[in-house]
């Protein structure tokens, strides 16, 4: 229970599964186990309930890089409560292997890395440089579902 402990210690608690919008259908796993490897589809910022959490809109028009950081962050919060309902334990994560942040953005946005920094640092506050090290994209997107600003894939290695 490391990680959770960790977790606890920064004041931080992991949001139920996601609550879709009305008439939202989403026919696949958010996290899938093969063969050492646990696969993360794309996940957005969640508010406690479950219900998909602002900031809505793109990233260096309606929403600041801040707000952009602070959402990032939060979708590693989602990411982790999806692992956690998969593994049963955080700890069963050995390494992180690869980010892919997507960020919702003005056309002439050019700071995605920045963005995404705020999902790379908690994983590495969490996980420490070797198990929280990964390689990592950070691309801009004209438009993301529900217009969320951030949406982050992931792959890591598991016990």
């Given amino acids: ?7 606890a210690k920064m004041g931080l608690t992991l ?3 996601v609550k879709v919008p009305p008439g939202v259908d989403l026919p696949f796993a958010f996290a899938r186990i093969h063969g050492g490897i646990v ?3 794309g996940h957005g ?34 990411i982790l409560g999806s692992l956690k309902r998969e593994l049963g334990d955080l700890d069963r ?15 002439d946005f050019a700071q995605q890395p ?3 920094n705020g999902c790379s640092d908690l994983i590495l506050a969490l996980y420490g440089p070797e198990r929280g090290a990964h390689a990592r994209s950070a691309v801009g997107m004209a438009s993301l579902p529900f217009n969320m600003a951030v949406e982050i894939e992931a792959m890591a290695a598991i016990d």
């Fill in 1 to 7: 229970m490391e990680i959770e402990n960790k977790l």
């Fill in 15 to 17: 949001p139920p599964p």
């Fill in 39 to 41: 696969y993360i589809s």
């Fill in 45 to 78: 910022p969640q508010n406690a309930d479950g219900s998909l959490a602002g900031p809505f809109g793109k990233v260096g028009a309606e929403v600041p890089i801040e707000q952009g950081y602070e959402a990032a962050r939060a979708v590693a919060l989602s």
């Fill in 93 to 107: 994560v050995s390494a992180w292997l690869r980010l892919h942040g997507m960020v919702n953005c003005a056309p």
């Fill in 114 to 116: 920045a963005v995404i």
